[in-house]
């Protein structure tokens, strides 16, 4: 990447890089991949509810779970219905409100969304093997400040002036 002639890196330098790794993210089908390789017959949506609640470590309201995917609660609602029929998932009460609805992996969806989360960072783990411990600390680092601040700006634009 190059840089300005001040030092700076140069914006423009990036994007190309950030769509890339966007489509061959995609265009791999990474998730599609994974699944597949495990024998999981779920589609992607559904898989990611798992490993939000999986990556969460606790039950997460329905809400909690949309935001963190970045949805709308209806869209988590359909396919909860769905995994809660399959025995992956299960609605308790919320400890704090009694009227509330947690949900929570059950032992079954929590296997699948390890399984697919190992294989998925399997594969990551190998497409880093040959960095140094401090590149990949900083990788890791910058990427999840890179994805946080660029979340929040791209949410400030959503909202009404």
Do not use: K
Not at 77 to 92: A, P, Q, W
Not at 122 to 127: E, I, K, V, Y
């Amino acid at each position: 990447m190059s840089d300005t002639d001040d030092g700076r890196l140069d914006p423009s330098t990036v994007l190309p890089h950030v769509m890339q790794l966007s489509s061959v993210l995609n265009r791999s089908q990474l998730a599609d991949r994974a699944m597949n390789s495990l024998g999981i017959p779920m589609d992607r949506p559904a898989l990611t509810v798992l490993v939000t609640l999986r990556t969460a470590g606790h039950p997460l309201r329905v809400g909690e779970i949309a935001t963190r995917m970045n949805v709308v609660g209806p869209h988590v609602t359909r396919h909860l219905n769905e995994l809660e029929r399959r025995g992956l998932v299960r609605r308790v009460a919320d400890p704090h409100d009694q009227r509330a609805r947690l949900i929570e992996l059950t032992p079954e969806g929590g296997e699948v969304a390890g399984r697919y989360l190992s294989t998925v960072l399997g594969w990551f783990t190998d497409a880093l093997a040959d960095w140094s411990e401090e590149d990949r600390q900083v990788f890791g680092t910058l990427l999840t400040r890179f994805v946080g601040d660029l979340t929040t700006r791209l949410a400030d634009l959503d909202e009404p002036n």
